[in-house]
C-alpha cells in the first residue's frame, strides 16, 4: 500500500449497554432503564442505610443487570426514566420508606406502571 492509499474495513455489529445507569451526583440520584420492558425498583437496603436501586429486563434476563446501593444521607432526590418498553416503576417499601426524598418517576414510552411510596403521590 503506498503512502496515499488507504483501507476501510467494516466492523460487526456492535451493542452498547450503559454502565452508569444509576448514578448519584450532587445527591441527586439518576436512575435510566433500557428501550426494553424493565422492572425498575428503589428502596433502602436490608441495613436501612442505603438507598438500593435494582434494574432487571425480564426478555434478556431474569437476574437484575443493576443492583446498586447508594448512601441514604447522600440522597435528596431520585429521578426514574424508564425509557422504551413497557416499564415498571415502583418504590419497595419493604426495608421502610424513602423519607424526605423527593421521587419523580417518569415511564417515557410504552404502557408503563408507575407505583409510588404509601405518601401522597
Do not use: C, W
Not at 434494574?55 to 437484575?64: E, Q
Not at 443487570?65 to 429521578?79: C, G, Q, Y
Amino acid at each position: 500500500m503506498s503512502q496515499n492509499e488507504f483501507a476501510v474495513e467494516s466492523l460487526e455489529n456492535r451493542r452498547l449497554f450503559s454502565l452508569d445507569s444509576a448514578v448519584l451526583a450532587g445527591g441527586v440520584l439518576q436512575v435510566t432503564g433500557t428501550q426494553a420492558a424493565d422492572t425498575i425498583t428503589v428502596g433502602l437496603d436490608s441495613t436501612g442505610t442505603n438507598v438500593e436501586v435494582v434494574i432487571t429486563t425480564p426478555s434478556v434476563s431474569s437476574t437484575p443487570s443493576v443492583d446498586k446501593t447508594f448512601a441514604l444521607a447522600r440522597v435528596k432526590s431520585i429521578i426514574v426514566h424508564g425509557l422504551g418498553g413497557d416499564d415498571t416503576i415502583s418504590v419497595d417499601a419493604t426495608n421502610g420508606p424513602l423519607t424526605n426524598i423527593k421521587l419523580n418517576f417518569y415511564g417515557d414510552s410504552g404502557d408503563d406502571t408507575l407505583i409510588g411510596g404509601a405518601d401522597n403521590n
